[in-house]
């Protein structure tokens, strides 16, 4: 049971470009949305994360759209660099104490 | 100064074997979590602990048997090792057990069961 799906397991794009890894989550009680960035060999680090009752979110090159009602959002950067190749993970919570992760997409900054 | 840290960062053991890998953090945190990253990549919550105390239970079986002896530690034995527990097994902590809180992760332990 998915509750949290990354559908894209991997994203290529060209340094200064833009990149987009979207999410989907089907839990409604999810009011709590994080994203977090893994190199190889190290542990998932926290990124950006945006609240429900937000429908956008910046820091820097990063940026988080949720859009509620079709329980999606997405992670943009801009521009990309190629120290921005990792796995992005989508992770969702709520008041149940947990985190629910998605299985990540890849991404790759080609310079 | 490693945040969180695990040992081993490998292990590989036969089937049948009993393991334990270590979990340490130096941040200060009350809560510390083990997540699991099978084949299909996902993470998935195994245990936390707020203050020593058990606040996550998953469905994980029962060979598989979180202690923390203090706050700053969190360890995980797992007895009669099977094929299916071959994963990367992550720690981390959080300050507060709220999901809101932001999760500092280990390294990882890259668990081969033969």
């Known amino acids: 049971d998915q509750q949290v799906k990354q559908n894209s397991p991997s994203l290529s794009v060209q340094e200064g470009r833009i990149s987009i890894l979207n999410c989907d989550y089907t839990?409604?009680?999810?009011?709590?949305f994080l994203w977090y960035k893994k190199y190889p060999a190290e542990g998932p680090t926290f990124l950006i994360s945006?609240?429900?009752?937000?429908d956008k979110n910046e820091d820097g090159r990063f940026t988080v759209f949720l859009n509620k009602s079709a329980k999606h959002l997405s992670l943009h950067i801009v521009p990309s660099q190629p120290g921005d190749s990792a796995v992005y993970f989508c992770?969702?919570?709520?008041?149940?104490?947990?985190?629910?992760f998605g299985k990540g997409t890849l991404l790759t900054v080609n310079p | 100064d490693t945040a969180v840290s695990q040992t081993p960062k490998y292990l590989v053991t036969q089937m049948g074997n009993d393991k334990s890998i270590k979990c340490e953090q130096n941040?200060?945190?009350?809560?510390m979590y083990w997540y699991k990253q099978d084949s299909k990549k996902f993470l998935k919550i195994m245990f936390s602990?707020?203050?020593?105390?058990?606040?996550i239970n998953e469905t994980v079986p029962n060979r598989f048997s979180p202690k923390s002896p203090d706050k700053a530690h969190l360890n995980l034995h797992i007895n009669s090792l099977e094929l299916g527990d071959s994963a990367v097994y992550f720690c981390?902590?959080?300050?507060?057990?709220?999901?809101?809180?932001?999760?500092?992760f280990g390294p990882g332990t890259r668990l081969t069961v033969l």
């Open positions: 981390a902590s959080s300050q507060g057990v709220s999901s809101y809180n932001e999760q500092f």
């Open positions: 945006i609240s429900s009752i937000k």
């Open positions: 839990n409604s009680m999810f009011d709590y």
């Open positions: 602990y707020n203050n020593k105390e058990l606040i």
């Open positions: 992770a969702s919570g709520g008041s149940n104490y947990k985190l629910t």
């Open positions: 941040l200060g945190h009350d809560t």
